[in-house]
């Protein structure tokens, strides 16, 4: 091949464009979230209830009320959904403070 062949050959192969398509899929999965539920008992007082759901879950005076009178009413009420870790500290803190004031009270996490 001569000198313009050689050329012309460079010429072409620099003209053509190579695309690669590539398709990639990811999914995000969204954190499982978890429900704190209060369950009710015959010992716990509703004063103690409502003061451990503004204090621990930071719920305002009303809204605690409410809760505390579903928990009587329907057996339980959750009070919060959170992440994991969130969620167990809170149950934990609440239990604490239930079992520093000598009551019963049960606090359940689970998967919402």
Same mark, same amino acid.
């Given at each position: 091949m001569? &000198?313009?062949s050689n050329t012309h050959l460079n010429k072409i192969m620099t +003209?053509?464009?190579i695309e690669k398509k590539s398709h990639t899929v $990811?999914?995000?999965k969204e954190p499982t979230k978890f429900k704190v539920i209060v369950c009710n008992d015959d010992f716990t007082t509703v004063e103690f209830v409502v003061a451990m759901l503004v204090q621990v879950f930071k719920h305002s005076a009303e809204a605690a009320v409410a809760l505390t009178l579903q928990i009587h009413n329907k057996g339980n009420a959750v009070v919060g959904v959170? $992440?994991?870790e969130i969620a167990e500290q809170k149950a934990l +803190?609440?239990?604490q403070m239930a079992r520093a004031h000598e009551f019963p009270l049960?606090? &359940?996490v689970v998967p919402e």
């Open positions: 001569n &000198q313009e +003209d053509i464009v $990811s999914r995000v959170y $992440s994991c +803190d609440g239990t049960l606090i &359940q």
